[in-house]
Nanobody, 115 residues
Framework: QVQLVESGGGLVEAGGSLRLSCAAS????????MGWYRQAPGKQRESVAV???????NYADSVKGRFTISRDNAKKTVYLQMNSLKPEDTAVYFC?????????WGQGTQVTVSS
């Protein structure tokens, strides 16, 4: 089992920044990729950014140029630096880790961007 603990969410004004963190613990031996997803009220959960074990990254078009995903393998932690936040970025942000094709989700952290 893999446990994920997210932190860093909160309330910020439009144009501001937040940094999310997700620390993994438990039976970790071969993580394929780590990523951030979000779900706004009344909408489906969507992928925001992912980073593979080789360091390759992929971003949703809506966040390209504003968000940066990174990982610290030694700390088993993935980060999401969010800059130039917009009200439409408001959502619950979830961390996901995939190991041996099994996905593990964090509990989510609320990000609210006021206009």
């Amino acid at each position: 089992q893999v446990q994920l603990v997210e932190s860093g969410g909160g309330l910020v004004e439009a144009g501001g920044s937040l940094r999310l963190s997700c620390a993994a613990s438990g039976s970790i031996f071969s993580i394929n990729y780590m990523g951030w997803y979000r779900q706004a009220p009344g909408k489906q959960r969507e992928s925001v950014a992912v980073v593979t074990n080789s360091g390759a990254t992929n971003y949703a078009d809506s966040v390209k140029g504003r968000f940066t995903i990174s990982r610290d393998n030694a700390k088993k932690t993935v980060y999401l630096q969010m800059n130039s936040l917009k009200p439409e970025d408001t959502a619950v942000y979830f961390c996901k880790v995939v190991q041996q094709r099994i996905g593990y989700w964090g509990q989510g952290t609320q990000v609210t961007v006021s206009s």
